[in-house]
């Protein structure tokens, strides 16, 4: 199975869907998903093991009436020229953020996040 399939099969299922949000082709192989803090941390440790790094991410909000909208809060990594380990940079520069992620302008709103990863080789 190659990564692409990999994830896809981990993603399906999980989250919220946002292609709409996204303005996804709905043709496209990947699958749009925000995911709730303890998916997306899960989803970490399988792009660490897939070998695949996270260039960023966006964060949404789930609202009591179970709409999705943007926060328009994210982060972003950038590989530094000569670099050797920026898969683990960002993969724990990530998770750092997801698990510290505060916004207290959304009460009672759950938190998701879409995470932006490298298309690995095989996509």
């Known amino acids: 199975m190659t990564k692409t399939e990999q994830i896809n099969v981990f993603l399906r299922g999980r989250g919220y869907d946002i292609s709409k949000l996204k303005g996804a082709n709905p043709k496209a192989d990947i699958i749009y998903r925000a995911l709730n803090e303890n998916e997306a941390l899960q989803a970490l440790d399988l792009y660490y093991k897939l070998e695949i790094p996270v260039l960023g991410g966006d964060v949404f909000y789930l609202d009591q009436n179970r709409e999705i909208d943007w926060t328009h809060d994210n982060w972003y990594f ?3 020229e000569g670099e050797d ?3 683990k940079r960002s993969i724990d520069g990530s998770a750092n953020f997801i698990k510290n992620y505060q916004n207290t302008s ?10 932006v990863f490298e298309k690995p080789q095989d996509y």
Not at 106 to 115: A, S
């Open 78 to 80: 950038q590989k530094e």
């Open 106 to 115: 959304f009460k009672n709103c759950t938190f998701l996040f879409d995470i």
């Open 85 to 87: 380990d920026f898969l």
